[in-house]
C-alpha cells in the first residue's frame, strides 16, 4: 500500500482490461485466479507412439481417402481437394431476402488439405529446416495462385486430437472464399483506421515496441519476432509477425522463408496490412489442463487468468530442444 493506504496496482494480482487494437475490443485479465485449485478436467496425454506410417490413416502415402481416391507415393508435401470441403465452387445463390433480420449471400470457395510430410510421427518443429521451407513455398504459391480468384485465402492448421484433429499427420487446411470473412475484416478495418490516425501500419509499430519492452517477447531473429500479445485471450496465444513491413507471404525474402488479403484486393492499397500468425494453444496450466471459453467468454467478454507476461516467461524459459528429441535421446542412452 502506498502513503494514503490506498492498494498499488500489480497485474499479477488485480484484475484489469486490456485493449486489442486487432480486433477494436478489450479483454478481462484476472491473474490471481490462477491460485484456486483445480478440480476440472484433465486431458490425456498426446500419443508419443504415432506410426510413422499407418495404411488406415487417409492422409499417408498410398492410403486410400473415403471418396475411393488412392494418395500417390509422396516423399515432400502433398496437396488434395478437401473430401468434404466447407465451400464448393459452383454452389448456387441463396437470392435476396430484403429483410434486415432475414439476410442471406452468396459463398463459394474451395478447400484444400495440405500434408507437410509423408511421416505421421512428425511435426513441424521436428521437420528439417529445408522441409520447413518447401511448406512455406507451397504456402506462398497456394496464396498467389488461389489469390487470383478469391479475395480471401486461409491457411490454418488444428492441432493434436484437444484441436478436434482426427488423423495424427503433419497437415494444414487451405479455404479460400468469395468473402472476406469476419476475423480479417475485422482486422482489415481495425489497421487500416490505425494508419490513418497514426501514419505507421500497427503490427509494424507493435513489433518494435515489443522488440523494445522484451516481456512479452518469447523468441526473435533477424527477420522474425514471438510474442504473447498485450492483449492476448488464450493463455499461451502468441503472435508471429516479421520485422519490416510485409503486406503478404509471397512478398517474403529467401532468407525470410528460411528464419521462419489477396485477390481483388491485389490491386488496392493496402499498406495499412502486415503479414502475421497467430498461434492459440488451448492449454491453461499445463499440457493437460486446458482453457475453456464458456459462460462469461460466450456471453460477456473475453477472459484470461494469468498475464501475458506471466505466460511469455514461462515459455521464455522451456528448453530449446523439442521433448520428443529429448526423450529419443533419453531412450538411446538407457539402451544396452
Not at 490506498?6 to 486490456?18: I, M, N
Not at 486431458?43 to 507412439?49: G, Q
Not at 481495425?190 to 516481456?215: I, N, S, T, W
Amino acid at each position: 500500500m502506498d502513503r494514503d493506504n490506498k492498494l498499488e496496482f500489480d497485474p499479477k494480482e488485480h484484475q484489469h482490461l486490456r485493449f486489442n487494437p486487432l480486433r477494436g475490443s478489450w479483454v478481462l485479465v484476472s491473474a490471481h485466479r490462477m491460485k484456486r485449485p483445480w478440480k476440472g478436467q484433465v486431458e490425456k496425454p498426446p500419443e508419443d507412439s504415432v506410426p510413422r506410417h499407418d495404411p488406415s490413416n487417409p492422409l499417408c502415402p498410398g492410403s486410400t481417402r473415403a471418396n475411393g481416391e488412392v494418395n500417390p507415393d509422396y516423399d515432400s508435401t502433398f496437396l488434395f481437394e478437401n473430401d468434404f470441403p466447407a465451400l464448393q465452387p459452383d454452389a448456387p445463390d441463396p437470392g435476396a431476402d430484403h429483410h434486415p433480420l432475414f439476410q442471406t449471400k452468396a459463398a463459394r470457395g474451395v478447400c484444400k488439405v495440405m500434408c507437410f510430410h509423408p511421416w505421421s510421427d512428425v511435426t513441424l518443429p521436428l521437420m528439417q529446416p529445408a522441409e520447413i521451407r518447401k511448406v512455406v513455398d507451397k504456402w506462398a504459391e497456394l496464396i498467389e495462385e488461389l489469390g487470383q480468384s478469391y479475395p480471401w485465402v486461409q491457411i490454418f492448421e488444428n492441432k493434436g486430437a484437444m484441436m478436434g484433429c482426427s488423423n495424427p499427420h503433419p497437415h494444414c487446411q487451405v479455404w479460400a472464399s468469395s468473402f472476406l470473412p469476419n476475423e480479417p475484416a475485422l482486422a482489415e478495418r481495425c489497421q487500416r483506421d490505425f494508419l490513418q490516425k497514426h501514419g505507421e501500419p500497427m503490427l509494424l509499430q507493435y513489433a518494435r515496441q515489443e522488440a523494445q519492452r522484451q516481456e512479452r517477447l518469447v523468441v526473435k531473429n533477424e527477420d522474425w519476432l514471438a510474442v504473447v500479445p498485450y492483449w492476448a485471450t488464450w493463455p499461451f496465444q502468441t503472435l508471429l509477425l516479421p520485422r519490416r513491413h510485409v503486406l503478404r507471404l509471397t512478398d517474403l525474402t529467401s532468407q525470410e522463408r528460411d528464419s521462419a488479403p489477396t485477390g481483388a484486393h491485389l490491386s488496392e492499397d493496402m499498406s495499412h496490412w502486415q503479414l502475421h500468425a497467430h498461434y492459440y494453444p488451448p492449454l491453461l496450466r499445463s499440457a493437460s489442463v486446458r482453457k475453456f471459453m464458456v459462460g462469461y467468454e460466450m456471453l460477456a467478454l473475453e477472459q484470461r487468468d494469468l498475464t501475458p507476461e506471466q505466460a511469455a516467461e514461462r515459455l521464455r524459459n522451456l528448453p530449446e530442444e523439442h521433448y520428443k528429441l529429448k526423450k529419443r535421446k533419453e531412450g538411446e542412452e538407457g539402451t544396452p
